[in-house]
């Protein structure tokens, strides 16, 4: 793993992404993307719908197995060692997987086998997600909210150095809300968790992204500081939409 | 090994938390303890020696369990831990963790397996104890070995059932196809003869083999090296499909 130095700060890449390419049958997918982020940042991934969000979040964790390019966990190769890679990685997906015949404690033991984890951290980290009253009953009983609140706790698990989480404000509620977004900010402050989250709400992200990334039918357009994005824009949603509408106009031309 | 074992611990624990085996379990046991009842009543008002029943209930239930019943159970089993996984997208729990494919693939086949053992082992279990009140005890011994190789088979049927859960879309197609081949391949042994030899299905009593009066070495072996290459194909061709599977 290369460290670099910028501007006096350390610079330690956490997730490497070097012309990863993820083309499905329809057209649709990751047509050339690279991208690095560096440790303690929150990157905010934007993008519409089937731009390439959750196809670039699949492949990082192996999910999905690109065309070409690689990516690289903590300087491992997720496609040459997968254990290795996703060992200090944590992943919410989509919609939180999830067994529902099971209850929130045995959803969590299940996934603490893989880390050495003991019931001390999976009664943390209930606590954490709020949901230590209900961790005896079935997680299919459970409501939206409370299913994200259990795949963040899952993502939790491990304490891992990065975490990965597509839209995970999903089905919260605004009390919900804030306390994810308080939790992303201390664990990046504490800890100095490097974050790679996806959204569509621009306004939400713009209060916790230290960085933004822009994709846009595959493509990469803009990767900057949040501060960078904010230079001649008024908000990240002017930021956004300025963008996509340029790379839409030229590529009506 | 670790994780290999952690995965295998959280397949066998979602299996566990299905009640149907539990059902599957109570239901076979009942079975061998009315059997025993009805043949114990009905030696008692035989008055003719000749005609007394005494039942060897491991050995009599053994062949539906390897035909009908834990077939049932391998593929059942196979497709929630495949299908009905990539249906509901569970199977994510298990990709987005530091574990690879390959342990993640056998985990699950084991998984099935250990669930195919436990019950058939319950249902001996049962018979055993029931043998005991018909008189037949001594047989024991030799019931559980016929039990044990006829477990055999049983992994063959569950990774062709695991590599045809690769191909299907949903859970009840992959139930559907699962079944309709194993009827097929069974069928086949029955209608042409000559296919008969080498269809795996036919030989789910893999015990016949091992525990009749005259053992064949020859056939033995070429019969254990055909259910040994199935093994492999099948294990081989379903990792493969596992493995380029999109989720």
Redesign the interface.
Known sequence: MQTNFSGGKVMQPVLEITNFKKLYRNGRGVKDLSLTVNRGDIVGLLGPNGSGKTTTMKAICGMTAPDSGTIKIFGNDVADNIEKALENAGFLIEAPAIYGAATAEQNLKMAAGYYNIGNDRIDKVLDIVKLSPFKNDRADRFSMGMKQRLGIALALLSNPGFLVLDEPFNGLDIEGVVHIRELILKLSEEYGTTFLISGHIAPELEKICTHTAVIHEGYLLAYDTLDGALKFHPSLEDYYLALVREAEGSIEL | M??F???L??ET??LS??KKYTVFSIIMAAICVLGTLLSTLLSKVTVSAQLKFTINMPMTILPMMTQFVIPLIAIMAACDLFASEYH??????Q???????FKIYLAKVIAVFLICAAIMLITFAAAAVCSLFSGTAENVPYSLGAYLLDLIPVFILILLAAALNQITKGPTSAMFLCIVVYILAKAIGVFVPVMDGLLFTSYMQWHRLWLGTAVHIKELSSKTLLLLGYGVTLFSAGYWLFL?R??
């Open positions: 670790r994780k074992f952690a995965c611990r959280c624990k979602k938390l299905r509901n997208q569970t199977i994510k729990a990709l987005m963790r530091p574990v690879s494919r380029s999109e989720y």
